[in-house]
Structure formats: C-alpha cells, structure tokens
C-alpha cells in the first residue's frame, strides 16, 4: 500500500477484521456461559455435536428403562405379597386339618371345622382374582409372557409369566388307579368290589399266584425322567423307596398304603401275621375267638390279639361300618398271613375272592402305590403293572374337605403340596425380583458414567470460558480503538491540500 493514499485504508480492514472475530468469539463465549453448553449448535463442533446426540439418546432411554423396572419391581412386590397372604391362609388351614385328623372330634365338630375350611379356601380364590397392578390381573393365569422393557435398546426385555394360585389349581397331582388294567386283583386275577376302609383298591393274592406284574416303569416330572424296577413280589413300599430313590430327577415321590377288608364268620382263629419288605419280615402269633353275630363287639378279641402285636407289625386293625375287619399297614409292605388254622373263615375279593380257611391257609395282602408331585407328571405305559393310569391327575385344594377323619388326612397331604406350590410361585417371583433390581443397579451406574461422558463433551468450562470471555472483551476493546485510531494517517493527509 503507497503511504499516501487516502482511498485505501487497510489498516482500518485489519482493525475491522479482527474485531469482527473478536465479537464472534466473544459472543459464542457469552452464549456458553449463559447455557452452560460448550455445544450449541452443529457448527460449535460438529464431531461432539454428533456424539452428544447419541449419548443424549441413549441416556432418555436408560432412564426410562429405570423407571420401567421400577414399576415392574412393584408388580413383582404386589403379586408377592399376594401369594404370602395365601400361603398364610394355608398354614390355617393345614392346622384345622390336623385338628380334624385327630380321631377326638365329634361330628358336629368336624362339620364345623369344614365350615370354617370351606370359607378359607374361597379367600384363596378371591386373593388370586383380586390381586391387581395397574388393573392387570396377576394370580388368575391371564399373566403370561408380559413383557418389561429393562434397557435402553430394542430386545433388552424380561418376560414375566405368573400361575393361576386359586383353590382350584392347587393341590396335588397324584396317579389314580386303573381298574381296567387289573388293579383289583384276587389270586392275579381282575376282580370287583375289593377295597379297604377309605375305598382305595389293593391288589391280594393266595400262594405263589397273583402279585404285581414284573418290569420298568417309566417316570416324566417337571424336573426330568427315569425309570423304577418292579418285581412281581415285592411290597408297594419297595416300590416306594424306588420312586423315591430318582425323585431328584423327576420331582415325582410315591407313598404307599396296605389295606384290606375281610369278611369274618365266627369261630377259632389261628395264624402267624407278617409285614414283609424287601429288607425285613416280622412275624407275629395270632389266636382269638369270635362268637355270636359278626359286629364290631364280637371282633373286639380279635382286633385286640393283632393291635397288641402292632409295635412289632406294623398292621392294625379296626372294624368298618359294614362289620369287616379292616388290616392296615400304612407304610404300604405286604401283608401276609401264613398258617392258617380254625373254625372261622376271613374271606376278601368282589366276584373272585380268597378266603382263609379250610384249603386256604396263606395269602398276601399288596398295598396300593400313589406317585404325587406339586406339578403335574406322567407313567409309562407300565404303570398298569402296578396298577396305575399313565398320566396324573390334580387332587385340588378347593375339594379338601376335613368332615372326617380320613378326609382330614388327605386334606394335610393335599394342602402340604398347595403350599409347596404357593412357595414355588413367590421363589420365581422372589428370583424375578432380584433380576430386575440387578438391572436397576446397572442402569444406574450405566446412567452415572453416560452422564459423565457427555458431560466431558457437551459441558462448558466455566472458569476457562470466563478467562477467554475477559480475553476477547479486551481484545474486542483495543479492536474498537485500533479502529478509531486507523484514519489518523489519511486525515493528516488533508493538510496538505490546505497549504
């Protein structure tokens, strides 16, 4: 640039130029230090624009995912609280059962007590309706598969399912008998009309014949399947002790139950009675006189002779209301009666029937095998050797009844297994729990260190904002002076036209 000219003034464009970026900068500070935002726009910086973005997305997502697993923890919590309430009604109820099963209760009593059971079983059902979240059902069985969003990202869901717990959807699952494979059978052969005092079949044979049909059951619960080994001799408890030995397996266990009623005419009896297993024999003498009409007084000896020898049998006796005398071993060996001698006669079966005395003087009593299990299970095609259908079928805790003794025994076998269910349902719904509030946790800490992340990009330093801001607003002011001082030199020029 010539020193003298007066149409170009370049050092006023320089002074211009940088005050113009001075300003820019200083303005961009100012908008930083009243957002807090070192990113305001794209053009701030491109790069962390983007990334800020996408950490802004994600963190609306985990925080949104934090309240949905909040909320599904209090689903989780309500439907809990829910199955305890029930849980609790059950422990009543199992205590009234024992009270029923103890044999002191008057009818009127036991009637009384079903009242009382009959109103708590309802409660179990109006608890599994009435348990609501949001007017979502949680205990009738409509709660399946419901899906929570626990993430920030597509399939990051858990998937709550909840069992129906009302009265008629707990109980016990329990093989029943199949008649029409034999069950009741009388010197091995299929015969009606033979039962004990609670109704149950068994299965009694004379000599060497009759007895359970040797082989290989299969066994399919809810936690697997295996197979138990049935030998035709064997007592119902060996079976038993099979069932039981695989129950890990298969989450199926068995009981077993020997009883058998016998008609009795009057005269001399004489007889060794035994319990037999598998592992032991006890024997004992039996010898008693029946006189006069058949009925519960003139059985007295009898009874007498044989619940003396219990602590060492096993075997009881009673007398049913149709005057039968009634054995039992509850624990489900065969019962056996050997020896046979006297006037009087003890006859079981239905239209094929063995009878002691005479010709007759030994016979086998087997007992009846229940497999049970809190879910349901199936038998191979087998299990019609023991007498059993293959599939299993819910004895429901709604049909418990205590009004008498024997019902009460089956109520606190069928009530122990509801809250065994009931348990199993607050164990998923108690793991549910813990998974959903491990996922709290991780978003939590996901949401601190994704805070911290976009802070270190989208955040303003304040105190270096401020120390630049000063900078700039001195450099905007020598600007502004540097401008006002840039036409000192043309001016002076003017003095030399006015010479």
């Given at each position: ?7 170009t ?25 009243s ?64 009270q ?30 009435q ?10 069985g409509?709660?399946q ?24 959807q707990?109980?016990?699952y ?39 049909t ?7 619960g809810?936690a ?14 060996d ?80 007398v ?9 071993q ?34 086998t ?23 059993l ?19 009460a025994?089956?109520?606190l ?10 348990e199993?349902?607050?164990?998923q ?32 330093n ?17 600007g502004?002076d ?18």
């Open positions: 640039m010539l020193s003298g000219a007066i149409n003034n370049v050092d006023a464009l320089y002074a211009l130029n940088s005050l113009n970026t001075t300003t820019n900068k200083t303005n961009t500070l100012e908008q930083e230090l957002s807090g935002l070192a990113i305001n726009s794209p053009a701030d910086n491109p790069a962390g624009y983007i990334a800020a973005q996408g950490f802004t997305t994600q963190l609306g997502g985990v925080t949104q995912a934090i309240s949905n697993v909040n909320q599904a923890v209090s689903l989780v919590q309500t439907a809990d609280g829910a199955v305890q309430q029930q849980i609790n009604i059950l422990q009543q109820l199992r205590t009234i059962a024992d029923a099963a103890n044999g002191g209760q008057t009818t009127s009593q036991l009637a009384s007590l079903q009242q009382v059971v009959s109103q708590l079983q309802t409660q179990v059902t109006t608890i599994s309706q348990a609501q979240f949001n007017n979502q059902s949680l205990l009738d409509t709660f598969g419901v899906q929570f969003q626990v993430g920030p990202n597509d399939g990051q869901t858990i998937q709550i399912s909840i069992g129906n717990t009302a009265a008629n707990l109980g016990v329990q093989s029943s008998p199949n008649t029409a494979a034999g069950i009741f059978k009388v010197n091995g052969v299929a015969t009606g009309g033979v039962s004990d005092n609670t109704g149950a079949s068994y299965i009694i044979t004379s000599g060497a014949a009759g007895g359970f040797a082989g290989s059951i299969g066994v399919s809810s697997g399947g295996s197979s138990v080994t049935v030998t035709k001799a064997e007592a119902a408890s079976i038993v002790a099979s069932v039981n030995s695989v129950q890990a397996k298969t989450n199926v266990s068995a009981v077993a139950d020997t009883s058998a009623a016998f008609t009795v005419t009057s005269g001399s009896f004489s007889f060794t009675l035994g319990d037999v297993n598998a592992s032991a024999s006890n024997t004992v003498n039996i010898s008693a006189t029946v006189t006069g009409t058949v009925n519960a007084s003139s059985l007295a000896g009898l009874v007498s002779a044989i619940n003396q020898q219990s602590g060492t049998t096993g075997i009881t006796a009673t049913n209301s149709s005057n039968q005398l009634v054995l039992t509850s624990a489900g060996d065969n019962i056996t009666v050997t020896g046979y001698t006297g006037t009087g006669t003890l006859k079981a079966g239905g239209t094929t029937q063995v009878t002691l005395g005479g010709a007759t003087t030994s016979a009593v087997q007992g009846v095998v229940t497999m049970q299990s809190a879910q349901s299970f199936a038998l191979s095609a087998a299990a019609s050797d023991i007498g259908q293959a599939s299993s079928a819910l004895s429901k805790l709604s049909a418990a009844n205590v009004g008498t003794v024997a019902g025994d089956a109520a076998n069928v009530v122990d297994f509801a809250i065994q269910q009931l199993n349902v607050g164990g719904l108690g793991a549910i729990q813990q998974r959903l509030q491990a996922s709290v946790s991780n978003l939590q800490t996901t949401q601190v260190n994704m805070t911290s992340a976009l802070s270190t990009i989208q955040d303003a304040i105190p270096a904002v401020t120390t630049q801001l000063t900078q700039e607003q001195i450099l905007q002011q020598a502004v540097a401008l006002a001082k840039s036409g000192a030199l043309q001016q002076s020029f003017l003095r030399l036209l006015q010479q």
